[in-house]
């Protein structure tokens, strides 16, 4: 069918011309969908301001022969002005769609749609902090995709028991068997707490101590980098706008 409707989360822009823009969406039901957005640079455009990046929308479009044309959008979403008034959710949501736009074509499931629309709708009602947000947005997403962390067995050998050593290379906590020379330790409160980002235990992490929440970061970013095979540009942004926080 050359016509088709889907819900989608705008993940970024490009210009295209003097007045249109090319953009790439991770859909509710087609994975990813790259579409020109004709005319949206006009101060007349009806829907430019629906084709932002964070906005959730509904489209319909028509399937070209390369790209496809976006003819209608409606707002679902409009998460994208609450969350460019505060620096710090505008990083971890930029790591957020960056992190959804690595996805491939298999991995850009349902489920990997509503994990973002969720993820950024807790941003833009500030629900929990930006950091943690993004932190359980790249667990979970992660777990989507079949990469999920070991944090109860040796991701290796499969040992169960309290493992203090986590090396991305190997998918998570490792026994002190598997675990080689110079692998991150972790404390008992920071595995604690990647359990509960995972599990969506807010409580929990609202609970836990800075310590822990800045080294559950660390691991999460490295972990989340690995298995992307090149790095999250966005998340250098997001570790600057943290260490402005602390530190006024």
């Known amino acids: ?3 088709y409707r889907d819900e989608v989360v705008v993940l970024r822009t490009h210009k295209l011309g003097e007045a249109d823009r090319i953009v790439t969406m991770l859909s509710r039901r087609h994975g990813k969908v790259r579409a ?3 005319g949206v640079r006009r101060t007349s455009s009806r829907f430019g301001s629906r084709l932002e990046p964070f906005m959730v929308a509904d489209v319909q479009l028509y399937q070209g022969r ?5 003819q209608q959008a409606e707002s679902i979403g409009s998460y994208g ?3 460019v008034t505060v620096y710090e959710r505008y990083t971890s949501a930029n790591a957020m769609v960056e992190t959804a736009d690595r996805l491939n074509e298999a991995e850009a499931t349902p489920q990997q749609y509503l994990l973002l629309v969720g993820g950024l ?3 833009a009602r500030g629900e929990h902090t ?5 932190d359980s947005y790249l667990l979970r997403a992660m777990a989507l995709s079949g990469w999920a962390p070991g944090l109860t067995e040796c991701a290796r050998c499969g040992r169960t ?3 203090t050593a986590f ?3 190997l998918g998570g906590l490792v026994c002190s068997d598997c675990a080689p020379a110079g692998a991150a330790r972790v404390a008992p409160a920071t595995t604690s707490l990647l359990r509960s980002l995972m599990a969506g235990e807010w409580d929990a992490v609202a609970d836990a101590p800075d310590s822990s929440t800045s080294a559950a970061s660390g691991l999460v970013a490295a972990y989340a980098q690995w298995h992307l095979e090149r790095g999250i540009r966005s998340l250098a942004h997001v570790e600057t706008s943290r260490a402005e926080a602390h530190h006024p």
């Open 161 to 163: 028991g309290e493992h």
């Open 121 to 123: 709708r807790a941003l």
């Open 81 to 83: 002005a609450e969350i």
């Open 167 to 169: 090396v991305a290379q």
């Open 36 to 38: 020109v957005a004709k």
């Open 1 to 3: 069918m050359p016509t």
């Open 66 to 70: 390369s790209l496809d044309i976006v």
């Open 130 to 134: 930006p950091r943690s947000v993004l």
